[in-house]
C-alpha cells in the first residue's frame, strides 16, 4: 500500500483530503508544518506529498526546497495546494499545483498518475 | 513628564478618531462580539492597511473557517487584495498544535513564527478554543500574557478575536491593554451596528457605544458627534460683523444682517417658504464666501428650478465654484454618518455658509431621540467653530394652530437665532408671516411681517397690524379705535 504524507496546518483540509485518499486505498500520514513533515519522513518513507503552502516553521516552497537538496527525496514527487497565493512559490518544485478550493476527483486522479496506479 | 505613545494607525474611517489616534503599538487587545459583528472583517481590514503602510502581518487561527473560504469572501471587499497574502499577511492555522500539544506550545510557535515572518501585527483567530484548552483560569491568563510579552518584546501588535462576551473579569481582559466590542441590535426592523471601547489603556479613547456600518469598503465607524466634539475641534476667529440673509428686507428686519458665524433656525409648517428662503441665503455665496446645500427631500435639478423661479443662477454659482448642492437622497442610514459627511462636505469645499433643510431628516435617523439635542449641539458647536453661518429648517407638524413642535428641546444651546413661519388665515385670504423670535446679541423687529414669494423674490413687509393671534395661524382683526 502506498502512503501519502498530508502536510497542512488547517486540520480541516487534511482530515478531509485524508478521509478522501484512504476510501481509494492509499494510507495517509499527515503533518501540520514543514518542521513535521520532515521529522515524519525520518520515521518511515512515503511515496509522495501534498502540501499546503502557508505553514508555520516551514512552508510548503521551504519544504520542497529542503527535500530536493536531500538525495533520498529528490525525486519524491509533491503536489502544491495553495489558496490566494496560488501565483507564489516555485512551480518547478511541485509535480503539481492546485487552488483551493480544489476538485477532488482531479486531485485523486492526479496522486493516481504520479503513483503510477 | 508625559510622553506620547506610538501608535498604530488602524487606516478603518472614524476607528482611529475612536481609539484617539490608533491602537498602541506593541499592546494587546481583545476583539469581541457574537458571529457576524464584522470581528473577522476588522482584524483583516486593519491588517491590510497595516500592510500598506510598511509592517507585516501573521493571522493565525485556533480553529475557524478554513483561509481559502475567508479569501473567498473578503475577495468581496474592496481593502482585500489577494496578492499581499503569503507574503506580507501569512494566515497560518494553529489548531493542531493547540490540540496535541496545549497552549504553551501555541505560545512556542507563534513566538517562532512572529520572529520568521517579522510581523509586527498578530492577529490570533478563536481564542475561545484556547480557554477551552486550558486547565484553569490561571492557564488562559498565562497563555495571554505570554502571547503579549513575546510580541510587545518583538515590537508586534496584537489582536485577539472571540466570539464569546468576555466580561470585565475574565482572566483575558485583565492581562489585555484594550477591549473592542462589537455587536448589532434591532431597532424597529432595522439592524444596527455598533462598537464599542469597553477597556482601553494608555489614551483618553471615546467611551460609549458608536454606531458602525459594513459595506463593500469594509467596516466604517462613526464615533458619536457629541462625544468626538465634546469640545469644539477650533476656535473659529469670532469676529463680529453680519452676514446677510440674501433677503434685503430680513437683513432690515435683523438690524443689518445674520451675526457671521451663527446658526438660525426657521421653523414653519410645509409650503410655507423655509427652503426657498434658505435658497436665498445661499444666493448669497461667492468664490471666496461659498455655500453648501445639504438637502434631503429636494433633488439638485429642482432645487436649481426652484432657485431660477426666485432669481436666483445656481448653475453659474455652482459652476463658479461659489456654491454646492449636496443630496442626500437618505431613508436609512446612521445619524453621526450624516453628521460627520456634512463636517467633511464643509471641510472639502471651505463653506461658510450652509443650509441644512431639514433637521428633520436628522430626527428621523437618531436611534436614541435622547441624544439629538446633544447631537445638534455638537454640530452647530463645530460649523461655528469653522466660522459657517447656518440656516437650519424644521418642518413643524401643524399648519395651522397654536401648538410649535421644536426639534429638540433646549433650543437656546444649539441656535442662535430662532425665526418662526406660519400660514395666517385673515379677511378671508391665507398668507405667509414671518416673525423673529429670537436673535443673539442683536437687535431685531419684534413686529411679525408678511413674507412674499414670487418671481421677482422674496421680501418681506409690515403687515397684520390691527390684528393679534397670527402665530397660531387664526388671525383675528382687532376692532379699530
Known sequence: MKTILIVDDEYLIAEILGYALEDE??????????????AALKDAPVQLIITDYMMPLLNGEEL?????????????????????????GCPDLFAAVFDKPFDMDRMIATVRDLLGN | MTHELKRLVTGIEGLDALLR????????????????????????????????????????????????????????????????????????????????EGLDAVVRLLRQEIARQKATLLVVDGVLNARARAESALDTKKFVSALQGHAAFAG??????????????????TMVDGVIELGEHMVGSRAVRSIQLRKTRGSAALSGRHECLIDRTGMRVFPRLESLFSHPSQHGSCTPGRVSSGVPSLDDMLDGGLAAASVTLLMGPSGIGKTS?????????????PGLHFGFYEPPERLRNKAASLGF???????????????????EGLLDQLGARLIEQVDAMGAKRVVIDSLGAFSRLAMEPARLNAFFRALTGELRARD??????????????????APAPDLSSIVDNLMLMRFVELDSSLRRM?????????QHHTSPHELIIGTRGISLHKAFEGASGMLSGTAVANPSG
Open chain 2, 277 to 289: 428662503l434658505g435658497l436665498a441665503f445661499l444666493s448669497a455665496s461667492t468664490k471666496q464666501v
Open chain 2, 434 to 442: 414671518l416673525s423673529i423670535l429670537k436673535v443673539r446679541d442683536g
Open chain 2, 313 to 331: 443662477d445656481f448653475r453659474s454659482m455652482e459652476q463658479e465654484g461659489s456654491l454646492q448642492l449636496c443630496w442626500q437622497p437618505t431613508t
Open chain 1, 64 to 88: 520542497a526546497r529542503a527535500l530536493r537538496k536531500d538525495p533520498a527525496w529528490r525525486t519524491l514527487p509533491i503536489i502544491l495546494m495553495s489558496g490566494a497565493q496560488a501565483n507564489q
Open chain 2, 156 to 173: 508586534c501588535t496584537v489582536l485577539l478575536l472571540t466570539s464569546a462576551r468576555m466580561e470585565e473579569g475574565s482572566p483575558e481582559h
Open chain 2, 388 to 405: 459657517v453661518s447656518v440656516m437650519l429648517t424644521w418642518e413643524m407638524r401643524d399648519i395651522f394652530g397654536a401648538e410649535i413642535s
Open chain 2, 21 to 100: 489616534g490608533g491602537l498602541v503599538a506593541g499592546a494587546a487587545y481583545i476583539v469581541q462580539g457574537p458571529p457576524g459583528a464584522g470581528k473577522t472583517i476588522l482584524a483583516n481590514q486593519l491588517a491590510c492597511g497595516h500592510v500598506r503602510s510598511g509592517g507585516r502581518v501573521l493571522v493565525a487561527t485556533l480553529l475557524s473557517e478554513s483561509h481559502e473560504r475567508l479569501f473567498q469572501y473578503l475577495g468581496t471587499l474592496d481593502f482585500f487584495d489577494p496578492a499581499l497574502v503569503g507574503d506580507q499577511i501569512q494566515f497560518v492555522s494553529a489548531f493542531d498544535t493547540l490540540e496535541q
Open chain 1, 25 to 38: 486505498g492509499f494510507q495517509v500520514r499527515k503533518a501540520s508544518n514543514g518542521v513535521k513533515a520532515l
